[in-house]
């Protein structure tokens, strides 16, 4: 594959102009298409590149995950290519990992679009729907819902307006890759970045695909210079899209866990987040309490009981994941004791120490 542009992966005027320092330094930017620990696949403006990612620059951990934006230093006779600095992440699609430890994964990074896929062939499951658009809410990218399959439901108006009261705010599109239905408006739709969420089953490789217009999704090895003169075949999991922006496909965003994402259940549950300035207690839970503007709703028919329901269990699956971060970080905090207590042991019982 030849290089492209940067513009091409979702360069823009800002990135280049907070670059300046870095290019200063002789410093070139590049996007990740693929991490590792350790490691990391990026596309620069002179192509594909394989490079170190240290533990930490300057005080700083690096980390770097797909659509990471990063500073990269050249690769020298002597040296690989290394990552200097990872840039300000604009948005980050973030997930509880699927070990269902305590720890959020950055599964994306800079995301404009969050395309929940949904196939009209299974029955609409709006809590699903619903915790999904709280992932993409909160990751600061525009949620859009696509629904695949249209061919496949006998209902498609039902079905569209049982998903129109969970994706409230939402644009909503339906879509049928085995007709062509929906397609050409939703290439118009997305733009930046996009990342597809959804289940297995609900067609995102199909709509990828499409999108594409080959199979790369399935067949996106490069071959890249791990800058010793070494070629390797990578997977690309970020690619340009033939009408504009970058696909972005992980294999983790595969499965949905909740990490803390408060702002994103208000914005999932804008009408109940607004109903509930009305409460008579700020700290109002919506169960039992007097003078509660959610029940009321509820009461004259303004709010469905589903609605709430949803709402009060990925509100409890939010606070669970917030309980284990919390764990784990007076865990961490208990080691790091520990293994002061122990260093100063040891610097005591050294004989160079004096009293
Ligand atoms: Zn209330």
Avoid at 214 to 239: C, F, I, N, P
């Amino acid at each position: 594959m030849g290089a492209l542009p940067l513009t091409d992966y979702g360069w823009d005027a800002d990135r280049d102009l907070q670059f300046a320092p870095f290019r200063a330094d002789g410093l070139i930017p590049g996007r990740v298409v693929r991490a590792e620990r350790g490691l990391c696949e990026l596309v620069t403006a002179a192509g594909p590149v394989r490079a170190v990612v240290p533990a930490h620059s300057g005080k700083d951990r690096l980390a770097t995950c797909t659509g990471d934006w990063v500073a990269l230093r050249p690769s020298t006779t002597s040296d690989a290519a290394t990552v200097a600095e990872v840039l300000e992440r604009r948005t980050a699609v973030v997930r509880s990992s699927a070990s269902r430890t305590s720890h959020g994964q950055v599964l994306a990074a800079n995301v404009d679009t969050v395309v929940v896929v949904v196939s009209l062939a299974d029955p609409v499951r709006p809590g699903r729907i619903e915790r999904m658009l709280a992932l993409a809410w909160e990751s600061g990218a525009t949620p859009l819902v696509i629904l695949t399959k249209a061919d496949e439901c006998e209902d498609v108006s039902r079905a569209e307006a049982e998903v129109a009261e969970a994706a409230l705010g939402v644009d909503v599109l339906v879509t049928s890759a085995a007709t062509g239905e929906g397609l050409d408006a939703l290439t118009d739709a997305l733009f930046g970045t996009v990342v597809l969420l959804g289940p297995s089953g609900a067609g995102k490789s199909t709509l990828g695909n499409r999108l594409l217009g080959e199979d790369l999704l399935a067949t996106g090895a490069v071959r890249t210079s791990d800058g010793k003169g070494r070629h390797t075949t990578a997977w690309r999991e970020l690619v340009p899209l033939p009408h504009g922006g970058v696909l972005i496909d992980t294999p983790g965003l595969r499965g949905v866990g909740l990490h803390d994402v408060d702002e994103g259940l208000d914005q999932t549950f804008a009408e109940i987040t607004e109903l509930a300035q009305d409460c008579r207690f700020a700290d109002c839970a919506h169960i039992t309490e007097p003078g509660c503007a959610v029940l009321a709703a509820v009461e004259t028919d303004r709010l469905t009981q589903r609605r709430l329901d949803s709402y009060r269990r990925l509100q409890r699956e939010n606070a669970y994941a917030a309980s284990r971060t919390d764990a784990r970080l007076r865990a961490e905090q208990r080691r790091h004791d520990k293994h002061l207590t122990r260093t100063i042991r040891a610097v005591k019982n050294s004989p160079n120490f004096k009293q």
